[in-house]
């Protein structure tokens, strides 16, 4: 039995410990406050501000753990090499959790290093420095801290009166004290996909079917697979996710985001964890949901194959205020459709656009995908959520 320390409790982390405990595990979830939802079902918790480093130190010198699962990113990754010094096992590794913590360093990775097709970018570390980047990489263009997450602080400039709002933005989204952003020139995109690839100790990089999806103020809003995708288009993107994966080495389950155009496909960003869009895999999609790939790939466990079982949707519920103990209406309706399903996080707390469920739907292979959506994002409205 391993000692795993999952570092973020959020609703990825809580299917994660679910899966691991399927196999014997013992797990201390941490987050920054109590009764996160990953929490709700470990062995042991934990509640520090894991931007802390000091209080990183004193937890993993407290319980030993023999694997360190990071699920979020504003936690003091460069603690994690110093871990690795100590034989516990980051995942997917101290390198990977650094780099993709920072739009900069997996950027420069992605495109310097290897190669890979990206949108035109440039950095900026004051306003004055965003005036020539946006100059340089041409209107409209995408504004992100460089680091962030979940969309946090990201902004489109469709004119040049946006530069100073996209930086105000971006320094009101920004992780710590980091200023620095990138701006992007805008991909004329048909669609966007993610690619859940899964890294092995001991054997060969297996990716899922392509994953669809929408966001809307940089969260994902509803996500389906497969996604539609050409051959040719589909073994580009798992060129790519295989080289950047390799390059940043380790075990698990990563989610890489490509930008499908009409003259082939751009790599646009990755986590080295579970996905958000990958939550579909939750309505049976595979024969392993994400999840369970991730928890087999980090204990070293074998994966012989990844299949398609069925088609999938997934369509978020939303909280729309502040508030405490949440409370939900409508789930009698909601699962009073067939081929569906729900889970509701358990999250203590709700805020304005907080995920707080996700409503599932399913049908047989090949059944039209974009009707299963459909039919998520109505079983999702029929479901509201009220706090106190």
Partial sequence: MKKVMLLGSGELGKEFVIAVKRLGQYVIAVD???????????????????????????I??????????????????????????QN??????????????????????????????TAKYEYA?????????????????????????????????KSEADIQKAWDYAQSGKRGDYTEVIAEAFV?????????????????????????????????????????????HLKEAQDMAEKVTKALSGAGLWGVEFFLAPEGVYFSELSPRPHDTGMVTLAGTQNFSEFELHARAVLGFPIPEITLERV?????????KEGVNPTYSGVENAMNNKLSDLRIFGK?????????????????????????????????????????
Avoid at 32 to 58: H, K, T, W
Avoid at 74 to 85: G, L, P, S, V
Avoid at 312 to 320: K, M, N, Q
């Fill in 312 to 320: 999938g949707a997934s369509a978020v519920i939303l909280a729309d």
């Fill in 60 to 85: 993993v010198a407290k319980h030993k753990p023999d694997i360190i699962v990071p699920e979020i990113e504003a936690i003091r990754t460069e603690r994690f090499y110093d871990y690795e010094k």
């Fill in 32 to 58: 920054s406050y109590n009764d996160a939802p990953a929490q709700q079902v470990a062995d042991e918790r934990e509640v520090i501000n894991m931007l802390d480093g000091a209080e990183l130190d004193r």
């Fill in 88 to 117: 516990i096992q980051v995942v997917p590794s101290a390198k990977a959790a650094n780099f993709t913590m920072n739009r900069k360093a997996i950027r420069d990775l992605a495109a310097k290093e290897l190669g890979l097709r």
């Fill in 348 to 388: 203590p707390t709700t805020r304005p656009y907080r995920r707080m469920a996700v409503a599932l739907t399913y049908d047989k292979p090949g059944a039209n995908v974009d009707a299963v959506k459909q039919r998520a994002i109505e079983i999702a409205k029929m479901v509201s959520v009220h706090s106190k």
């Fill in 125 to 157: 570390n004051s306003y004055e420095e965003l005036v020539t980047a946006v100059k340089s990489v041409g209107i409209p263009c995408v504004v992100k801290p460089l680091m962030s997450s979940s969309g946090k602080g990201q902004s489109v400039i």
């Fill in 188 to 232: 004329k995109f048909d669609s966007e996909i993610t690619l859940l690839t899964v890294t092995q100790k001991n054997g060969e990089t297996l990716f899922c079917p392509p994953i669809g999806h929408r966001q809307e103020r940089g969260d994902y809003q509803e996500s389906w697979q497969p996604a539609q995708i050409k051959p040719e």
